[in-house]
């Protein structure tokens, strides 16, 4: 009996490692996604800043974003696309980088400005009104380029690409 009750326990010890192979791929840890670059560039009063920046055009993409990212290039970026006009909600979740937003109207003209938005943060940042696109970049840009509301942004996205 001893036997049997010991081979019985030693099947289920393994019932976990055979199942490991059906198990999902937990959901903090989601498939890598690609993103197309193209340049951007904002002139302010402190002059033109050029940036490479991916650009989220799909709802999958902008749903992703930055999440997950734990590092991003100084004159690198992402741009939202929304492809028109809407007010936009953004947040932080699964967001490891501190990110200055660029809030950007339909002719480039920037709307608004969110400095220093906390990583991982469930709160939501909204847009202030009606904007095309959110620019992301890594917090303290907006402050070190004295981006302002009324600079204006070139990019593809615009129709004033640079």
Sequence with gaps: MFRLAAAFVFALSLLPAACADALPEPKDTPPPMTFR???????TKSGAHRFA???AETPEQRERGLMFR???A?????????H????????????ILPL???????DGTVFDVVK?????SLDIIPSGGRVRAVLEVNAGIVD???????????NEIFGNAP
């Design 144 to 154: 070190a380029l004295e981006i302002r509301r009324g600079d204006k942004v070139k």
């Design 70 to 72: 734990d590092a991003m």
């Design 53 to 55: 920046v991916e650009v």
């Design 116 to 120: 220093g938005a906390v990583p991982y």
């Design 74 to 82: 100084g004159d690198a970026g992402m741009i939202f696309d929304y």
């Design 100 to 106: 200055d937003m660029v809030f950007i109207s339909a």
């Design 84 to 95: 028109q006009d809407v007010e936009i909600t953004m947040w932080m979740k699964n967001t």
């Design 37 to 43: 670059t193209a340049p951007l560039v904002i002139e």
